[in-house]
Structure formats: C-alpha cells, structure tokens
C-alpha cells in the first residue's frame, strides 16, 4: 500500500490594507459626526425669536453670548460653543442694541455683533459754526445716548453750565485748552453710533477727529502766517467759519485777516462780539457792546481772541493755513448773498453803504 502524505494549508499573510480599511471607516465616521455637531453647534438656530440685544460698555462676545445663554442653547455641544466663542473672549463689543433675528445662530451673532449688525442707531448733526453749547445740548437731548459726562439736559441751559460740563469733559478726554474752555475743539459733521453710546464715547471721536485735522493742517501749512501754535490757527479757524459760509470766500476773508496782522490793524470782527457776550446777546450788536472791553471784543483788543468761537469745519481750518494772495482789508456783506472785498476804507465805506441801502429796501418790501 502505498504511503500519501496530507499537505497542511498554507494560511495567507493578511494585507495591510485589510487591517486599515475598518480603521478608516471609523476615522470617516468620526469626521462626519465631529462635523455634523460643529455644524449643529455653530450654523444651527440658537435663538427662536427675534430679540434685542443690549451691549453694555465693557461687555466681550464671551459675557454677553454666556449672559444671554446662548452658548447653552447649542443643540449638540454646549462645551464647543463656549470653547468657539472663547477665541474672541476677549474682543470688546461697542455699546449699543442690536437686533438678533429670529433663527439667527450662533456664527451668524457673532457677526452681527462684530459687523454692528442690525443695530439701532444714533444719528448726530452738528452743523459748523456752531458752538460747543450747541453741541453739548444735541448729545444731551439724542434718544439713546448714555450721559456719562455731561449733565442731564434741562430748561435753560446757560454758559455757567456749559463752563462745568467743560471740566469734566477736559478731565475725561486729557484736554488741555486754556481754563478747560473746549471751544473749537470738536469736528463739526454728521455721526452714526449704535443706540447706547455715551457722550465720552462721542465727544472722543470729535475731539480725535478735529485734533488730527488741525495737526495735518498745520503740517502742511503756508509759510509767514501770523499764527504761532495751531491752536491760534484753530481760533482763526472759528472766526472765519462765522464770517462766511461760502466756500469760495474762506480763504479770501483769511487773506483779510493776515493781512490785517501785517498792518497791525485790529481784526474788527462782529462774531467774536457776539460770543463774548454769552447769554447777553439779543440777537443785536449795540454801540455799548463795541465799546465794550474784554477777551473777546476785537475791536478793543489787538490780536486773536483768547480761544475758538465757534466749532469750525475743516475747511475753514485749511483756509486759516492757505489764505489767499491779495491786499484786501475789509468785507461787508452784500445783503443778497457773499460779502464785497475792499482795499480801502474808502470803498469799503461805500460797500457798507450799499448794504445798508439793500437793508432797509428789503425792510420795506
């Protein structure tokens, strides 16, 4: 009988591929799922409702998104939310309210909130020319300012007030201007900020933005003005921003006034007249008032008057730093509109009685 021998199996070596493939299957897996929960944590609704939003000072995305719960309300895991939220833990967010619509998720209110979103806003006019009581009076008396600085608005508010906002302002912002007077220092021009802004918060801007206009102004200035700091310039700036509101004329009532500095004439202005007088201005300039002595008058005094009268724009700031080449001396007002520009007194004697003439024809029609 013939011997057989049974051959044992030979067993196939396992690939490594085969080993991987259930590895990778989880790994997809888990991708999906990690990616399907940061979808649901960061895209997915996190408020029901329409709501509004306060933003207080001081407030950061972490407090006001953990005061309001919204981290909580992430449906799949609250931990990443605060954890995403968290990168900007630290931004501040400007005060204001803010509207967050209804379905909005916890991606999209982090962007409302670093874009402004749809907040309310707070909408500031400030006209030039005016003056620093004007201005205080639109913060005080515009819904959804916060008042941090200045008093509460009220019935007659006189220059006596205006001297202690002054202070508190000057303390506030690091204003130095000659006994806390803060005229002419704020940018005249229209603001939006969100609803709940404070009157530091504004009053900074105008300040910065006036203080950087006046500085690159300055820089940039003609050479042989009269003006010996740019605060001169910016009290000059006032007085020809009150002389005329016609663009074309700025720079030639500047040439004015240079050139009266050159002859060593008085600047014989009627608006620092007016602002001198405070609260005592009728709506008239008498005889007594002409005469009359102190910081302001320049019919009495030589020179500038001691600060600004007025909040002047930044183009009558560019006009003080360019004025115009002429030998002008004198402008009147024309009573249709622009002023007539004299070389002598003679004419411009003439020129005034022109405009009288044109008054009192008006007068009686």
Known sequence: MANSTRKKPVRQPVKSSQKTKPILIVLILAVIIALIV???????????????????????????????????NALALPALAKAYVSL????????????????????????????????????IRIVEGKTIKDLYQAIKTTDG???ELLTPP??????????????????ALGIDAPNQHLEGWFAPNT???????????????LYDDQKRILDEAWQARDDNLPYQTPYEALIMASIIEKETGIADERSLVSSVFVNRF???????????????????????????NINEKNEYNTYQINGLPITPIALPSKESILA???????????????????????????????????????MRQKERQ
Do not use: C
């Open 191 to 205: 603001y939006h900020f969100n609803a709940g802004v404070s009157d530091k918060a504004i009053l900074q801007k």
């Open 38 to 72: 940061l979808y649901q944590t960061l895209f997915a609704a996190a408020v029901d409702t329409e709501q509004q939003v306060s933003v207080e000072k001081g407030d950061t995305y972490y407090s006001l998104l953990a005061k309001q719960g919204w981290t909580d």
């Open 88 to 123: 900007s833990a630290d931004k501040p967010l400007q005060a204001g309210k803010y509207t967050i619509p209804s379905g909005a998720s916890l991606a999209s209110i982090m962007d409302i909130l670093q874009q402004g979103g749809q907040s309310e806003q707070v909408v």
């Open 262 to 288: 050159a002859k060593d004439m008085k600047l014989q202005t009627d608006p620092t007249i007016i602002y001198g007088l405070f609260d005592r201005y009728d709506g008239k300039i008498y005889r007594s």
């Open 320 to 358: 003080t730093m360019h004025p115009d080449k002429s030998d002008v001396l004198f402008f009147v007002a024309t009573g249709n509109g622009g002023h007539k520009f004299s070389k002598t007194l003679d004419e411009h004697n003439k020129a005034v009685e022109e405009y009288r003439a044109v």
């Open 145 to 147: 300012v916060t008042l």
């Open 154 to 171: 009220a019935d007659g508010y006189a220059w006596t007030d205006v001297a202690r906002d002054n202070a508190a302002v000057a303390a």
